[in-house]
């Protein structure tokens, strides 16, 4: 089948977009809004953009809490959420007003970060704290504002848990990043294969070198 999405006109029971690029990573966003009240909210239109030096970005539709914040105080932090977070990160996703913070409302610990004024969740193994860099807005061919703005931050700060390192590599199967499907739909990494290279030795230099991706 084919169809263009600027009609819509897909003729299925559920538009199919979100499915088509799976699976999608989840950034987990804490920020802290000028009047000091911590938000806390998944984003899966998210992802590592830049390795060398590290940069991120969320996506969001239309401009909610956690890019305000991000813009107003300069700082954002992106949890990584897990499989076992999984009703945690749902609960977070709930809208709550821009006073109530939703790491109290859903029972997560946040513990301070290093770089950035903003805390992180305690539970999440990795975090990434993120100074914001800019707002790119986005617009259709036709001049149409797009409701989406993508949010970019520089990593500033990147803490790991120890116990989900293996040998000095990050052992994915121990952190089990959970994903976004389409639909309702979730997954998890619980299982890796290696694929090297061409031309690649054989000591395992995948991920101990520093190809881009
Ligand atoms: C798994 C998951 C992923 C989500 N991804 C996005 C996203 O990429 N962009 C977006 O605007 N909203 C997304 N949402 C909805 C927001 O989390 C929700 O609107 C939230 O209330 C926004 O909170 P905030 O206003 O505190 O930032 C997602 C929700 C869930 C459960």
Redo the contacts with the bound molecule.
Sequence with gaps: MFYDPRSDEHGLPHSPVTALVTPRP?GWISSVSRAGVV?L??????NLVSAYPPFVM????PA???QRNAEETGEFVVNIATYDLRDE??AS???FGAHVS?PAVVGLEMIPCRNVRVPRVARSPIALECRYSKTVGLESGDGKPNPSAIVIGEVVGIHIDEAVLVEGLIDVTSVRPLA?LGYMDYCVVDEVFEIRRPGEPAAALSRKAEPVS
């Design positions: 989840i938000n909210s998944p984003y899966s239109f998210f969320f996506s969001s539709a909610k809490d956690s990160v749902n996703s709930a809208e939703e976004r």
